[in-house]
């Protein structure tokens, strides 16, 4: 005859009834539809669309390439000036392809040497295209990670950054250009920037200037951050560093023809095109070609900066002694960081003396952060996004479209301008733990 079971081997195993009970849990919260709806307004929750999206670019980025003819504007050119350099020319005023001279600093050339190569000196396109995809798949998993660290945008606001972007999916895949491989560093340095590691961050952001140029309207937020962060001292080392690197790539240029260099790469007084303009098509060609305009729209930006860094990046600050010591007593948080950066970024691209259709890429996926900023109503912010992204994709563009695009940067700078949430941003510095 067996033995008794004893009133404790008779009970349920507890690891597995709570196994069950969190299996029914989830069950429930599945199948609630409160549940989605969390997923697609919760900032905290961004993680999983995000998810989604990533996956969804993977073969929307392909069926791109494979659906869509490649639109030749600057490769060829590019390669060719890559090729002088491959063949021993430095001399930066011989160093020209089809559509005129080489006009970008060193990283440029050394970066597209890199594909030359790969693609069997340029020739193979297709390949290039897959290399770009590449590219906007780690652009894209960067900007969520900032996104995700901030947690302010609403997880379905992604889904209209991602599959309504049909300039900036041409931008990368379809045109090759250089601005989506400069601003890939860019946000790589955010990422550093947030994390505090000044010295990758430095670097990166100096070897996207050396890229393309654009990437100093970002400077003035940078020195703002670094100063607010380290001090005066440690700024200056770190701007060191930018510097040197750019003296490193450009050593072979400089010892060839120094001047053409300094000139040809850092030319800030280049002249435009009107016939590409996207912003300024409301306005004269004469006009827009007129020096004076552009000495003009050069003051609005100077001082617009100027009066955003005293009054709202620095506003709780009185002193100088106060600014320089302000590293030792706070930090500043994350989302004043990334702020920082996308609206000096944002200021100069309202003054630009001409937008051309690939420079979109330099601000887009910023205006999310900054619309979602100024607590405007959600679908406001839609609507400024959705005006903007067709002033983009008119082409060629017209007096209607190059107004719109106006009327949506004046409305996002003005809200940022008077914004109580910018203002608070500035005050979510917290206090440096003991």
């Given at each position: 005859m067996p033995p008794p079971q004893?009133?404790?081997?008779?009970?349920?195993?507890?690891s597995s009834s709570n196994l069950s009970t969190r299996l029914r849990s989830f069950s429930k919260q599945f199948l609630n539809l409160s549940f989605y709806k969390d997923l697609l307004i919760n900032p905290n929750r961004s993680i999983y669309v995000m998810f989604g999206l990533f996956i969804i670019e993977i073969f929307l980025n392909i069926f791109i390439i494979k659906r869509t003819n490649y639109t030749e504007i600057d490769w060829k050119a590019y390669m060719q000036e890559v090729e002088g350099v491959v063949n021993g020319t430095f001399d930066y005023y011989k160093l020209k392809g089809d559509t005129g001279p080489l006009v970008y600093p060193a990283g440029f050339v050394y970066i597209y040497m890199i594909f030359y190569y790969i693609t069997n000196l340029g020739r193979n396109i297709r390949l290039a295209q897959y290399l770009f995809a590449g590219l906007y798949l780690i652009m894209i998993s960067v900007i969520f990670y900032i996104y995700n660290r901030i947690a302010k945008v609403p997880p379905y606001a992604y889904i209209f950054m991602c599959l309504?972007?049909?300039?900036?999916?041409s931008i990368f895949v379809l045109r090759l250009f250089n601005d989506p491989i400069a601003?890939?560093?860019?946000y790589i340095s955010i990422v550093f920037l947030l994390r505090r590691q000044w010295s990758i961050a430095c670097i990166l952001y100096s070897l996207a200037v050396s890229i393309k140029m654009n990437i100093l309207l970002m400077a003035p937020a940078l020195f703002i951050i670094l100063l607010l962060s380290v001090g005066l001292r440690a700024t200056f080392q770190y701007i060191f560093y930018c510097a040197l690197l750019q003296f490193i790539f450009a050593i072979p240029f400089l010892l060839s023809n120094s001047s053409a260099y300094i000139?040809?790469?850092?030319?800030?007084?280049?002249q435009f095109f009107?016939?590409?303009?996207?912003?300024?098509?409301?306005?004269?060609?004469h006009i827009f070609?007129?020096?004076y305009f552009h000495l003009c729209l050069l003051l609005l930006h100077i001082l617009v900066l100027l009066y955003v860094c005293r009054y709202?990046?620095?506003k709780n600050i009185t002193t100088f002694k106060e600014l320089l010591n302000y590293h030792k007593n706070y930090v500043l948080s994350d989302d004043a960081i990334v702020t920082l950066m996308f609206y000096s970024n944002f200021i100069g691209i309202c003054f630009c003396r001409s937008l051309h259709y690939q420079f979109y890429v330099w601000y887009y996926h910023m205006l999310y952060h900054l619309l979602w900023s100024t607590k405007s109503k959600d679908i406001v912010n839609l609507l400024i996004l959705g005006l903007i992204e067709w002033s983009w994709n008119v082409y060629p563009?017209?007096?209607?479209?190059?107004?719109?695009?106006?009327?949506c940067h004046g409305y996002i700078l003005f809200k940022l301008l008077t914004s109580l949430t910018m203002k608070s941003n500035m005050k979510k510095i917290e206090k440096k733990s003991k």
């Open positions: 004893s009133r404790s081997s008779s009970r349920k195993n507890p309504l972007a049909y300039r900036i999916h601003m890939t560093f860019l000139i040809r790469s850092f030319d800030l007084g280049r009107y016939i590409w303009t996207v912003n300024w098509r409301l306005i004269p060609e070609l007129n020096r709202q990046w620095l563009s017209t007096v209607m479209s190059s107004l719109i695009l106006h009327i």
